[in-house]
């Protein structure tokens, strides 16, 4: 640390290391892992570590670059000072170590736009659309954005390094636009833009729907959304942008891809319904139907659409294909979703009656050892609940689906009618399987007020279904 040197702010070794919750998981649980890592790491290395974001004790500290001002080198005198005291281990410059910054955060994306200009001129845009701005008297344009300037030796390029700390609060795009209109009113080129790291798929996602809106663009599949934000964006103009290695969801879901049903080639997954275990069962199967009658929903939009002879209908087209696409693929997600809410109630049969640490503290507290039921009957209540929600949740999406096919069976080519005629079956049989999965559920349920409201529910939808076809 006593030689580095380099672009990047730096206070040390490890500079930073935050905690997100991406999945299954929440801020206060991610708070928690920063206070204990930031604990651990000062007792067994001796280092000095601060707290920040949603973890910061202090105001002043919930910003990174606050914590971080005069980086490295200035730590030897900030750390004599009482108001800039580490949250954890000694108050002491380690020169072979500096200090490290831990707590908890959303999702951080490290967005890079690239430029043919100098240093000054990227810090100067940098400057003008960082919340911070120049001064507390000149703030930024853009919320919940830090940036700066500097030149990339390797690629021969100035760059405006930003870091977007809430992208649903100003999002990839936004950025990107921003930094464009500046560097055109100085005349410079912009010429493509970089992630670092990972990013998560909703701000892709989200970049793409700005720009399918900007151009009236017509795009369903996520795979194609993708690819127009990285052209859109230049993303792949340092290096591949391979989505799998960058978006956070795939590599997630990458890793869990054998074990998903919805995952499995078509005879694997009728194989394993004919198997001799419960799962998977009816609900999974009423899920991957009503997701087979949504993709026929989708084809037969997709057979009239782009078509010389229904050019008309481009528009109808337009409006009436994505309910059907985003149908199937959250319905195609319940097919493993049914099979998990079963799993978790099985799970709770199996647990025992009273657990060895119950029965010492019933000891300790001089009272009688009788099985104690508690923690077994609420997980499963809690996992009959599930068993039911899931099947709602797959009536109620379908149930949406009706007007939408209605108006196809009007507009959509003729030639595939009988693919209609598939499509409403299937629907309506999803919904007749997926309401039986409520009956068998419900009847075991104790909570009378959460019976009372998926009673009224279930007959409401089931009337609803009858009527509409």
Request: hydrophobic share 40%; glycine share 6%; aromatic share 8%.
């Amino acid at each position: 640390m006593t030689r580095h040197s380099g672009e990047h702010p730096r206070m040390g070794v490890l500079d930073v290391c935050p905690f997100i919750p991406v999945k299954n998981a929440s801020m206060e649980e991610c708070v928690s892992c920063g206070n204990r890592f930031g604990e651990r790491l000062a007792e067994e290395l001796h280092v000095p570590v601060y707290l920040y974001g949603e973890a910061a004790r202090k105001e002043n500290r919930r910003s990174l670059p606050s914590i971080r001002a005069g980086e490295y080198e200035a730590l030897p005198e900030k750390l004599k000072k009482l108001e800039w005291a580490p949250d954890f281990g000694p108050s002491t410059f380690v020169p072979t170590w500096g200090a490290t910054v831990t707590g908890a955060r959303k999702f951080l994306i490290a967005y890079n736009v690239n430029l043919l200009s100098t240093k000054e001129q990227a810090h100067r845009i940098a400057l003008d659309i960082r919340e911070q701005g120049r001064a507390k008297d000149q703030p930024g344009r853009l919320k919940k954005v830090q940036g700066i300037g500097w030149y990339l030796d390797e690629a021969s390029l100035a760059q405006v390094s930003t870091n977007l700390l809430d992208f649903e609060e100003t999002a990839l795009h936004t950025v990107y636009e921003e930094i464009c209109r500046e560097a055109e009113e100085l005349n410079l080129p912009v010429v493509g833009s970089q992630i670092v790291g990972l990013i998560p798929l909703k701000a892709v996602l989200d970049c793409a729907e700005f720009y399918m809106q900007r151009d009236n663009l017509f795009i369903l599949e996520e795979e194609h959304k993708v690819r127009l934000v990285v052209s859109r964006l230049g993303l792949d103009s340092l290096g591949p942008f391979v989505p799998k290695e960058r978006i956070i969801e795939y590599m997630v879901e990458g890793a869990e891809q054998g074990e998903r049903l919805a995952s499995l080639p078509l005879q694997q997954f009728i194989r394993s319904v004919g198997a001799r275990t419960a799962a998977p069962g009816g609900g999974s199967v009423s899920a991957a139907v009503a997701a087979m009658g949504a993709a026929l929903g989708s084809m037969v939009g997709q057979m009239t659409y782009g078509k010389r002879q229904f050019e008309r209908l481009d528009g109808v087209m337009r409006r009436l294909i994505p309910p059907f696409h985003h149908a199937m693929n959250e319905l195609i997600a319940m097919v493993d979703a049914d099979s998990t809410a079963f799993s978790s109630y099985m799970t709770a049969l199996k647990l025992p009656k009273n657990t060895a640490e119950e029965i010492k503290r019933d000891i300790m507290r001089r009272i009688s050892c009788r099985p104690d039921r508690g923690r077994r009957e609420a997980a499963m209540q809690e996992g009959l609940k599930r068993a039911v929600r899931v099947p709602l949740s797959l009536a109620e999406r379908v149930s949406v689906l009706w007007p939408s096919l209605k108006e196809m069976v009007l507009y959509g080519n003729l030639a595939c009618k009988s693919d209609l005629q598939v499509a409403a079956k299937a629907l309506e049989t999803a919904v007749f399987g997926a309401y039986y999965n409520v009956v068998i559920n419900l009847k075991d349920i104790k909570d009378e007020s959460f019976k009372n409201e998926v009673s009224t529910w279930s007959w409401r939808d089931m009337a609803l279904r009858e009527n509409t076809l």
